[in-house]
């Protein structure tokens, strides 16, 4: 009796084997195609933003090149510095705007 005891488990462990290998090799295959599918969307999405992107940039570059063209003496140095040892006009130093009375002398 125990060896057929042991046959039958033996029996009924092999069953289950033989259903529960291929149900878990296919869940496993399902949840990996699904997470690929969802990275090449991503990556699809990322290529279109980054090509946009790209657009962008050449837009922008051919508006400085532009600009550059345009400006024949464009230089990084060209732009006038304060001299520091000029003071900054004070109150008392600002023009007087007339306002249109008439002074007598």
Known sequence: ???????????????????LT????SATSYILWSQLSDIKSDV??????????QVKV?????????IKKTNSDYSY????IRDRDKPIAKKEDEIKIPTGEKTYQ
């Not at 699809?44 to 992107?53: E, R, V």
């Not at 140095?77 to 006038?80: E, L, M, N, Q």
Request: no cysteine; hydrophobic share 40%.
């Open 1 to 19: 009796m125990l060896i057929m005891t042991t046959k039958t488990q033996h029996d009924s462990l092999r069953s289950v084997k033989e259903w």
């Open 22 to 25: 291929p149900m878990l090799i």
């Open 44 to 53: 699809k999405n990322l290529l279109i933003t980054q090509s946009g992107m």
């Open 58 to 66: 050449n837009m922008l570059e051919n508006d400085v090149n532009l």
């Open 77 to 80: 140095g060209s732009f006038p």
